[in-house]
Nanobody, 126 residues
Framework: QLQLVESGGGLVQPGGSLTLSCAYS????????IGWFRQAPGKEREGVSC????????NYADSVKGRFTISRDKAKNTVYLQMNSLKPEDTAVYYC???????????????????WGKGTLVTVSS
C-alpha cells in the first residue's frame, strides 16, 4: 500500500520559517512526481509546488515563489517543503500527493494526483 505522511506543521509567527516533510512508504514513489497542496479554512485546495523524480524540475505557485523551496531525498523516501517569510495567508492544512506518471515534468494540479497524505496544519499568527 502506498502511503504518504506529512509532518512538520505547527504555529509560527509572521516572517518565520517551517520545513514540512512528506515521507512515503514505498520506493516506487521515488519514480513519481510529488506535489504539495494546501487548503485554507473556507477555501478550495490549491497547488503550492511540485518536484519530479530526479529533482531537477520543480514548479511553484506564484503566491509562494521566492519564499518556498521544494526538495527530495530519495535515500530517506522524503520530500521537503522549506517555507520562509511566512504570512498569515499561508495558514492552511498542507498535503503532499504523488502523481502516478513517469513524466519528467510535474504539474501543480490536484486532479492529476493519485495518492494523498492526510495533511499537516500550518498556522501563521502572532
Amino acid at each position: 500500500q502506498l502511503q504518504l505522511v506529512e509532518s512538520g506543521g505547527g504555529l509560527v509567527q509572521p516572517g518565520g520559517s517551517l520545513t514540512l516533510s512528506c515521507a512515503y512508504s514505498r520506493s516506487i514513489l521515488d519514480l513519481y512526481p510529488i506535489g504539495w497542496f494546501r487548503q485554507a479554512p473556507g477555501k478550495e485546495r490549491e497547488g503550492v509546488s511540485c518536484i519530479v523524480s530526479g529533482g531537477g524540475n520543480t514548479n511553484y505557485a506564484d503566491s509562494v515563489k521566492g519564499r518556498f523551496t521544494i526538495s527530495r531525498d530519495k535515500a530517506k523516501n522524503t520530500v521537503y517543503l522549506q517555507m520562509n517569510s511566512l504570512k498569515p495567508e499561508d495558514t492552511a492544512v498542507y498535503y503532499c500527493a504523488a502523481q502516478r506518471t513517469f513524466s519528467g515534468a510535474c504539474v501543480i494540479s490536484d486532479e492529476a494526483m493519485n495518492y494523498w497524505g492526510k495533511g499537516t496544519l500550518v498556522t501563521v499568527s502572532s
